[in-house]
């Protein structure tokens, strides 16, 4: 039995018939997954294969051609980033997208200000809910770089950061807008072996924290330790859904992993 239709697993994400559609070329066709609630799941495939196009859809950042997205079911398909963001749904990207010239403090903040219900005008007012708003921003800052282990680096310009450290604040400022789900687009990229193994503690860091994690990585070493499911592409479709062992075995996997890159899975 797949384990995703299992009775009574509670799915965080649900997929639908997804596809995107760049003139004649289907860059996903009729993709269909869930993710259970709480768990670090991967996403898998070749270079070309649809995976971070699918990202961009579960974010918001491209409106599908066709399909439907729930989070915990409700419907967010067609909304924009930042609507989704307000709904449980943050990412990072393959480029790291940091302010260079902000501090780590102030690029945390800057995300937090993001979700922020609160009207144009307060702060200019200077009211207590405004301040009150502003001292929780500042509160979840610190806390968020705390969590990702840069609290001592947090008034250093973010251009100055290691490479990896780069990476663990574009984490905490995505983990800053508190969501439900949170997509990592190839956080181990271009990484040494050591920051790598910092990023899977942090990894297992955030299975603790109940939030549910959907992991594109090339890097098979860190999805198969830390992903519980992993779903497959290959030229825009699935072609596998199974826990790593099964994935490791699958036949018609490891022919498109070797046929595109010429090495192991």
Known sequence: ??????????????????SKHFGG?????????KIKRGTISGLIGPNGSGKTTTLNMISGLFPP???????EDKPVH????RQINILGIARTFQQIRLFSQLSCFQNVMVSRHNIEKEHWWEPLLFSRKSRDIEELARQKALYYLDFVGLYELRNDLSKNLSYGNQRKLEIARALATEPRLLLLDEP????????????MELLSKLLN???TVILVEHSMNVVMNICSDIVVLDKGKIIAVDAPAGILSNQIVIDAYLGKRGGKI
């Open 209 to 211: 924290t109940g939030i």
């Open 25 to 33: 070329l289907k860059a996903v066709d009729q993709v269909s997954f």
């Open 65 to 71: 051609t066709e399909g439907d997205i729930y989070l």
């Open 1 to 18: 039995m797949n384990k995703q239709n299992e009775p009574g697993v509670m799915n965080q994400l649900e997929v639908r018939n997804l």
């Open 78 to 81: 067609g909304l924009g980033m």
């Open 188 to 199: 181990v990229a271009g990484m040494n072996p050591v920051e790598s193994e910092s990023i």
